[in-house]
């Protein structure tokens, strides 16, 4: 058996994390591209400009390459719901269902359909009907990811369902629906989303100001980006520590563990950097670097609150659950949350920096920072990814949080050799999708805008799966 994987559970867990990791880096592109795509077609539409045609049509290519790509590598994810976690589907179908199958039957529905109109809309449907069908696309696209975090909501914060003859329940959609879990974690993905979007918008548009050709446009487009980098970077650090009070509340012990705070404490202080204190024998950092009192307000909204330790959370939940180890990996966890945080920060400083140097009429001038805005592109990936390792990682040993545990909920009959097979299938298949995604992106990307009379390249179609 691997290192990374001691047990059965162990390796389905890496499987279905190696997948969802992978196939979460186009999800966001695609949620913040959307829209950025359609603001431009719109400005094209109400000026009769041709730049933004030209624009539209040159970050449309690579909003469908992204698209096309993602749609291929999220099919394995409910493929391996039946394979390695059939006690958890069948223990979960009743209430994870409803919403899996809204976002299958209509909201993928709705984007795809209208994906498909505008991609062979250009010249056959009038330019009202045409740009109608792309907006329509960005909204399923976000009907389609806020379905999707009702079902991992639930999981997280489980409401609007009762447990019976060992599976659950949906007992209220609307509850469901509507969970203070969700509703935080579709703003704060929404707005993840806008991130990359509009920094990969910035970052392509400052590396061909780099290369001085077709300026104007990609003024134009640097100017569109931190329209939408600047409130949306901001916002997402209001959302974020808001998010954190939600999850006080319903996962004390996923914020515990991401503090690595052992013991409860009043005030807490936030804890910048540390070395060690990330085990149950090595409790106490022999480094640290914190902040007084801002745990305590970003756990319970006032600098004085008491916010609980995972010692003390792990007795609650053995006298409610039973005995048993009810720590996550805390390393994890802790990192996962600097990451993230940090990241997020970083963004920020880019998106304002950016529109100062904008506003100022330098931005194409300050080369050293045009070579940091194409960097920054990678941020978001790197923050996404954390994040969604916190938000899992944290839950654990639940897979549904106070009601299955991850050990309890894989499949029986699946054997080792079949889970190890399967994911060594995955990452070649993987691997192969990532060296023609990152090929056609940098392809596609380093090209000039098309004229509106000539396509970019081969038909987009082309790209798109049947």
């Known amino acids: 058996m691997s290192p990374l994987a001691a047990t059965t559970v162990d390796l389905a867990r890496l499987q279905f994390a190696t997948t969802s990791i992978y196939h979460f880096l186009f999800v966001p592109l695609t949620l913040g591209l959307g ?118 909501s639930w999981m997280q914060h ?44 910035f970052g392509i548009a400052c590396w061909h100001l780099l290369r001085g050709r077709n300026v104007d446009l990609f003024r134009r487009a640097a100017a569109v980006a931190l329209i939408v980098a600047v409130p949306a970077t901001v916002a997402n650090m209001v959302v974020g520590s808001r998010f954190g009070l939600a999850t006080t509340d319903y996962q004390p012990m996923k ?99 950016g529109a100062f140097l904008y506003r100022r009429g330098t931005l194409a001038t300050k080369r050293w920072f045009l070579w940091t805005a194409v960097v920054a592109i990678a941020f978001p990936y790197l923050a996404a990814t954390a994040g969604w390792l916190l938000t899992e990682v944290g839950r654990q040993p639940w897979i549904v949080q106070g009601l299955l545990k991850t050990a309890t909920a894989n499949s029986p009959n699946v054997s080792t050799a079949m889970l190890g097979a399967s994911l060594a299938i995955f990452v070649a298949l993987y691997a192969a999708l990532g060296v023609l995604d990152v090929i056609l992106m940098r392809r596609y990307a380093r090209l000039d805008p098309p004229e509106p009379d000539r396509p970019v390249g081969p038909p987009v179609a082309e790209l798109v799966p049947s």
């Open 35 to 152: 829209p950025i795509v359609a603001i431009m077609q719109t400005k094209w539409h109400r000026t009769g400009d041709e730049a933004w045609l030209r624009l539209t049509k040159f970050f449309g290519t690579l909003l469908l390459i992204n698209f096309a790509i993602g749609v291929a590598t999220g099919l394995v994810q409910e493929f391996q719901f039946g394979m390695n976690w059939s006690v958890y589907s069948k223990y979960v179908g009743g209430v994870f269902g409803a919403p899996l199958a809204i976002e299958g039957l209509a909201a993928f529905f709705l984007e795809s359909t209208f994906l498909g109109l505008w991609i062979f809309g250009w010249d056959r449907l009038s330019p009202r009907l045409h740009l109608a069908t792309l907006w329509l696309a960005v909204l399923g696209t976000w009907l389609s990811g806020y379905f999707i975090l009702v079902a991992n």
């Open 158 to 201: 489980p409401v609007g369902s009762k447990v019976s003859g060992g599976e659950a329940h949906l007992t209220d959609v609307w509850a469901l629906l509507s969970n203070r879990f969700a509703l935080y974690a579709f703003t704060h993905t929404m707005l993840v989303a806008l991130t990359m979007g509009s920094l990969f918008v």
């Open 255 to 353: 914020i515990a563990a991401a503090e690595a705070l052992w013991n409860t404490e009043q005030p807490a202080g936030f804890s910048l950097f540390q070395i060690g204190g990330f085990t149950q024998s090595d409790q106490k950092p022999s480094f640290v670097i914190q902040v007084p009192k801002l745990l305590s307000f970003l756990a319970t909204g006032t600098f004085t609150g008491q916010v609980e330790g995972m010692n003390q959370v792990n007795e609650g939940y053995q006298t409610q659950y039973g005995k048993g180890n009810y720590l996550p990996p805390v390393r994890v966890a802790y990192w996962g949350m600097r990451v993230m945080a940090y990241l997020g920060a970083l963004m920020t400083l880019v998106a304002l920096l």
